[in-house]
């Protein structure tokens, strides 16, 4: 029996400048997850791919409108309960120590339970 590879989570908001890299930072260690980020807007630090939604077992979007980009652009590369939403707006600069508290306070409750996907045999 293999040991189960670590939860991959994405973390998604519109330009990938401050809030999902702070969040990559944050959770990049001290937790048993692969982590990454991506943004919705096309001219994005990294934009999100399909292919980086189907690596996710996860994606955490900053917004509902992210969310709502991603099940429209990328339908069927993340299944809606493998998308959450955190409802963290853009008032925030890059590892702002009021949005590290948030992250810290959401994101362990939110992925409690959550495990990787079955890949196919």
């Known amino acids: 029996m293999t040991a189960e590879r670590p939860l991959r989570v994405l973390f998604i908001c519109a330009q990938n400048k401050l809030r999902s890299p702070t969040a990559e930072a944050v959770f990049r260690t001290g937790h048993d997850w692969e982590v990454a980020s991506a943004g919705t807007n096309r001219d994005a630090e990294t934009p999100v791919s399909r292919d980086?939604?189907?690596?996710?077992?996860?994606?955490?979007?900053?917004?509902k409108r992210h969310r709502d980009i991603l099940r429209q652009r990328f339908r069927?590369?993340?299944?809606?309960?493998?998308?959450?939403?955190?409802?963290?707006?853009?008032?925030?600069?890059?590892?702002?120590?009021?949005?590290?508290?948030?992250?810290?306070?959401?994101?362990?409750?939110?992925?409690?339970?959550?495990?990787?996907?079955?890949?196919?045999?």
């Open 52 to 63: 980086l939604l189907e690596w996710a077992d996860v994606a955490v979007c900053m917004e």
């Open 76 to 121: 069927g590369a993340l299944p809606d309960n493998r998308i959450l939403t955190l409802g963290i707006p853009d008032d925030y600069d890059y590892m702002d120590a009021d949005l590290v508290t948030l992250l810290e306070r959401l994101m362990p409750g939110r992925l409690a339970g959550t495990h990787p996907k079955q890949e196919a045999p």
